[in-house]
T-cell receptor, first 112, second 113 residues
Framework: KAGVTQTPRYLIKTRGQQVTLSCSPISGHRSVSWYQQTPGQGLQFLFE???????NKGNFPGRFSGRQFSNSRSEMNVSTLELGDSALYLC???????????FGPGTRLTVT | GQQLNQSPQSMFIQEGEDVSMNCTSSSIFNTWLWYKQDPGEGPVLLIA?????ELTSNGRLTAQFGTTRKDSFLNISASIPSDVGIYFC?????????????FGQGTILTVHP
């Protein structure tokens, strides 16, 4: 069974731009969670989607948003990028009702 | 908010030694998980724990769900060079904490051959 895939793997953007990251979960997994990983703050929860609905959200500004499609694939969007948004963005998928999350390789975003 | 304190922050050991690390929380968790992350990759799930007092093994790895539900422990026996990496504990509080894992700061493990 294929693992979680994320595209692109690397991205360089300029301050003020917006970016969209994509995540394809493991087949059969309907829950997708997103995390931001930085050296200073570690792994921080962004939000979780299940059946195209956002069920939970972390403490991030409204510039961070996401969505989930009917095939469980998910995207996250960051608008008006700031230098501090430079991070590894990880998505994880899990079966309905399970806390066992399986992570993708991440998208490394650099904001200049 | 919830925080997980993971210790030690780093460990330098000789191949063949055993390793212990732990995680404590200011609040109760219903699920504890342990992950390993290699450079440039996402975390890989090692062990999941669901019940207070539970002891679970995965090869040379053994983890325990603390009886207070506020802590968890990971032991690695007879370490080998490929054990090098960053180990994270993570917890889920249950209830409406859908899909939210709270992570520890990580333990950086270095194994000298």
């Amino acid at each position: 069974k294929a693992g979680v895939t994320q595209t692109p793997r690397y991205l360089i953007k300029t301050r003020g731009q917006q970016v969209t990251l994509s995540c394809s979960p493991i087949s059969g997994h309907r829950s997708v969670s997103w995390y931001q990983q930085t050296p200073g703050q570690g792994l921080q929860f962004l939000f979780e989607y299940f059946s195209e609905t956002q069920r939970n959200k972390g403490n991030f500004p409204g510039r961070f948003s996401g969505r989930q499609f009917s095939n469980s694939r998910s995207e996250m969007n960051v608008s008006t990028l700031e230098l501090g948004d430079s991070a590894l963005y990880l998505c994880a998928s899990s079966l309905a009702g399970s806390n066992e999350q399986y992570f993708g390789p991440g998208t490394r975003l650099t904001v200049t | 908010g919830q925080q997980l304190n993971q210790s030690p922050q780093s460990m330098f050991i000789q191949e063949g030694e055993d390793v212990s690390m732990n995680c404590t929380s200011s609040s109760i968790f219903n699920t504890w998980l342990w992950y390993k992350q290699d450079p440039g990759e996402g975390p890989v799930l090692l062990i999941a724990l669901y019940k207070a007092g539970e002891l679970t093994s995965n090869g040379r790895l053994t983890a325990q769900f603390g009886t207070t539900r506020k802590d968890s422990f990971l032991n690695i026996s007879a370490s080998i060079p490929s054990d090098v990496g960053i180990y994270f504990c993570a917890g889920n509080a249950g209830g409406t904490s859908y899909g939210k894992l709270t992570f520890g700061q990580g333990t950086i493990l270095t194994v000298h051959p």
